[in-house]
């Protein structure tokens, strides 16, 4: 909900460059209705989470992606 760029279009620009394609893109927001949650799909972003969400979730993620980036 940024004025110039909001985080889908963050997304879409980093998903569509070759050498980022592969950047691992989680979307924390408020926004929970469907729509945005097809915007988030149509961006290629890899997890769309919503608030109320719990640190441990988060945290869950990052090791996840992680130990996935390591392995």
């Known amino acids: ?3 110039v760029m909001d985080g889908f279009d963050v997304c879409y620009a ?3 460059k070759p050498n ?3 950047i691992f893109i989680a979307i924390l927001t408020a926004k929970g209705q469907d ?9 290629k972003a890899d997890m769309y989470i919503t608030k109320p969400f719990r640190v441990k979730e988060i ?5 996840s992606v992680f130990n996935t980036a390591v392995n």
């Open 1 to 3: 909900m940024r004025p």
């Open 14 to 16: 980093v998903k569509h």
């Open 20 to 22: 980022l394609d592969n």
């Open 35 to 43: 729509i945005d949650k097809k915007k988030a799909e149509d961006v």
């Open 59 to 63: 945290v869950d993620v990052v090791h």
